[in-house]
Nanobody, 115 residues
Framework: QVQLMESGGGSVQVGGSLRLSCSSS????????MGWYRQAPGKQREMVAV???????RYADSVKGRFTISRDNAGNMVHLQMNNLKPEDTAVYYC?????????WGQGTQVTVSS
């Protein structure tokens, strides 16, 4: 099973920015999609951004225009650039790999946005 590890979380004030990174033990090109998800206390895990192997990235309506998902050319890192952060962005953020032959989740990284 692929090993995914997130980094870059932390605490930031409203309007600030953070860049999350996810490293993979395997080339991400073997997966159908890489994505970022988040889970706030007491809430279900939700999709934030997904970058398919082919086609356009998808974003949750709540983050459109503020977050950008990207993948490095080597295919072993995926990033989430988060700008203009809001308190409602506070959550644990998870990296996910999806593929017909399997995938996996990272362990998560905490993002806290304070006013």
């Amino acid at each position: 099973q692929v090993q995914l590890m997130e980094s870059g979380g932390g605490s930031v004030q409203v309007g600030g920015s953070l860049r999350l990174s996810c490293s993979s033990s395997e080339s991400m090109f073997r997966f159908d999609a890489m994505g970022w998800y988040r889970q706030a206390p007491g809430k279900q895990r939700e999709m934030v951004a997904v970058r398919p192997k082919w086609g356009s990235s998808r974003y949750a309506d709540s983050v459109k225009g503020r977050f950008t998902i990207s993948r490095d050319n080597a295919g072993n890192m995926v990033h989430l650039q988060m700008n203009n952060l809001k308190p409602e962005d506070t959550a644990v953020y998870y990296c996910k790999a999806d593929g017909a032959n399997g995938g996996g989740w990272g362990q998560g990284t905490q993002v806290t946005v304070s006013s």
